[in-house]
């Protein structure tokens, strides 16, 4: 045997064996990884070894060619055992940290509640809309046109005293009521029409216990043919029963809006006294002239309430300013 083959197949032994401690101690596939390329990557320390071969005599290059076979699989097959190994145990690592243990007590979370406004606009929607009422929303940020103009109320009407509003640039402005919904949604309907508008609306009111200059309102409109105020009147009835119970007092006082005729306000006992709650009337000729409906043959009604009133008088409330606080010792009994 050469000095040259002997040289080469001890280098063999070597690396087989320092590889071979280093690939069992490797505790992460990071480490495992560069333990593959220093020893069998295509700079590695067999491949330098391999080298050597072309100083051996041709005979004894087969030689050294299987033993290096022999090395590079057993080191191969040793990568391949702890690489799988090691992931096992690192599966198994997340396991054991990810178990739910069911004995534990839980975290505790405070349960939420509905929001009394939202508890009222829920429960009116669902009387209105048993009576065969469709639900229709609009802009909050409305033109002069629909907000007024076409609710019977041009510039210099008096009437606009009363819903004076906040106006922005552009013509625009934040909506008094929820009416232009009306509008908006007779302006794209043939009649009949039965609408309930829930939405946000905004006053230059000062606030005050029952007041507020940015407030949620409900109306209605139903457009027939032959619809009177007698009509009106037993649908507000039956909503108000359902709302509050047959045993609330209720009464029906003359009032003006310029898109009503003849209009009425609502009101209910609470506290010990009248608290005005809603206004109504039977839909002005002129309102349904704007939207293109023939007032010879169809006539209509409408009704508007602040859910805010309507929440005080179910949940009891001294004060309209109290929802919007976000005081938890309040919400939490409703």
């Known amino acids: 045997m050469t000095t040259q083959l002997s040289d080469l197949e001890t280098q063999l032994e070597q690396v087989r064996s320092v590889a071979s401690g280093a690939i069992a101690s490797a505790d992460t596939l990071d480490a495992l990884e560069q333990l593959r390329v220093k020893y069998l990557g295509k700079k590695g320390e067999l491949s330098l070894v391999l080298r050597g071969m072309g100083k051996l005599d041709p005979g004894d290059r087969p030689r050294i060619g299987s033993l290096a076979n ?3 699989e057993a080191l191969q097959q040793q990568l ?7 992931q096992a ?4 690592a997340q396991i054991e940290a ?5 004995t534990m007590p ?6 939420g509640r509905v929001h009394p406004l939202n508890l009222t606009v829920d429960r009116a929607i669902d009387i209105f809309v048993s009576l065969g009422y469709t639900v229709a929303t609009g802009p909050e940020i409305e033109t002069d046109y629909y907000n007024f103009e076409a609710l019977n109320t041009p510039a210099d009407h008096p009437a606009r005293d009363m819903q004076d509003t906040f106006y922005l640039p552009g013509g625009h402005l934040l909506r008094t009521h929820t009416s232009p919904v009306q509008i908006r949604y007779m302006e794209q309907h043939e009649p009949p029409v039965r609408i309930v508008a829930p939405g946000r609306v905004y006053r230059r009111d000062t606030v005050d216990a029952t007041h507020a200059a940015v407030f949620h309102q409900i109306e209605i409109l139903a457009v027939d043919k032959g619809l009177t105020f007698t009509d009106l009147k037993g649908t507000i009835q039956v909503f108000l029963r359902r709302m509050f119970g047959a045993d609330l ?3 029906f006082r003359p009032s003006y809006f310029p898109f009503t005729e003849p209009s009425a306000e609502v009101d209910v006992q609470w506290q010990g006294k009248w608290l005005e709650v809603l206004g109504c009337g039977t839909v002005d ?3 349904l002239k704007a939207v293109g409906y023939d007032p010879e043959i169809y006539t209509g009604f409408a009704a508007g309430f602040g859910v805010e009133r309507f929440a005080m008088v179910l949940h009891e409330l001294d004060d309209i300013r109290r929802v919007y606080g976000s005081d938890l010792r309040f919400l939490k009994q409703i």
């Open 70 to 72: 022999e090395v590079k």
């Open 80 to 86: 391949d055992d702890r690489r799988s190994a090691l």
């Open 89 to 92: 145990a690192r599966i198994q």
């Open 98 to 102: 990810e178990t739910l243990d069911v």
């Open 106 to 111: 839980g975290v505790y979370r405070p349960q």
């Open 249 to 251: 007092p209720v009464r």
């Open 285 to 287: 000729p002129n309102v």
